[in-house]
């Protein structure tokens, strides 16, 4: 049975070797481990990487002369996929202890858990923490024989749309390769950190995971890793890649980056040769990663992630209680809203 790929000690181990999750980069891990059980957490002094935007909590604490950091965290460092968020069999009672000695030792502000799964979510649910909802876009597998099976669902110019996006990428001459485990050979990885990079080199910013990352990652999960290759067909000079997770169940699309622009390319490495692959491989679900409306139009269904915080500062977490609940009332309409955009036949065939 393969597990879920991002709580995988290796994968956080990769993290801090690699120097992403630091005290110099605003991570600072205090993992806590009891009889067996292990919850990550880090000690953050700033909101970057995280995906659940709280910017505006933070200046309202220093408009109040109150320090928002350090607070505490539990994710999978900039990695927003919804998941378990510990191993092993914690009680409510002996996790919250251990969070709130944390949070005592550190003078933190309080406790985030980014992104957990719904298990999790019910485990915790008798305790002090406000839940928080946004939404996100995730890819179904409605047993689909493969990917014409998937677009017979479609509405006929939907359809056509999307063949019509596939068909850009022959006609620009691209050549498209999938890899997985294995097959990733070292020039591979070369060319899609070339690619990662770029993403971020473009805006200006610094990667926030380097070469290194990648090569633990590929040595210690590669089991669970598949990698798109786009190349020029004639020249065979490359132009793309993207990197994928995958488990028993689920196929999540990381990271990706162009060394070359060309039309319909993020579409075709991003979207749609995930789906062919989570089809042939069985998959239940593609989570392709956060924001992006256009994934509506491509079949990816608006679904509802949650988050769920602990302000030490009573007033503060009245205040965040209500700012929650009133935006879970927008975030649902929202939800509500983008359904009626999606590409299916309304048959439901």
Sequence with gaps: MTSYPFLNPAFFQALEQCGATTPETGWSPCHVEREGAWLPLYGRDHS?????????????YQRHGLAY?????????????????????????????????????????????????????????????????????????????????FLARFQSRKRKNLRKERRRIQEQGIQVERR???????????????????????????????????????????GQLMMVLARDSNTQAPI??????????????????????????????????????????????????VQGEHKILRGFEPVITWSMHHLR?????????DFCEEEALHVQRYQEEARTLLPFRRDGI
């Design 48 to 60: 970057r990487g995280e995906y659940v935007f709280d910017f505006s909590w933070a200046d309202a």
């Design 69 to 149: 950091y350090p607070k505490l965290v539990t994710s999978v460092p900039f990695t927003p996929v919804v998941g378990p968020r510990w191993l092993g069999d914690w009680s409510p009672d002996g996790l919250w202890q251990a969070v709130s000695e944390e949070m005592a030792e550190q003078q933190a502000s309080g406790w985030h858990l980014l992104f957990p799964d719904q298990a999790s979510r019910e485990t915790l649910a008798e305790l002090p923490l406000v839940s928080r909802q946004a939404c996100h876009f995730r890819w179904f597998n409605r047993d689909y024989a493969d990917f014409e099976g």
């Design 240 to 289: 793309a890649a993207a990197l994928y997770f995958f488990d028993d169940t689920q196929l999540y699309g990381r990271y990706w980056g162009c060394l070359q622009e060309r039309d319909c390319l993020h579409f075709e490495m991003c979207y749609y040769q995930g789906i062919e692959f989570a089809i042939e491989q069985q998959l239940l679900e593609f989570d392709p990663g």
């Design 180 to 222: 997985q485990g294995a097959q990733i050979q070292p020039d591979d990885w070369a060319l899609f950190y070339r690619c990662y990079a770029s993403t971020y080199l473009k805006r200006g910013q610094m990667p926030y995971l380097n070469e290194a990352f990648f090569a633990t990652v590929a040595e210690q999960q590669g």
């Design 313 to 321: 500062e009573s007033a503060f977490q009245r205040a965040i209680g």
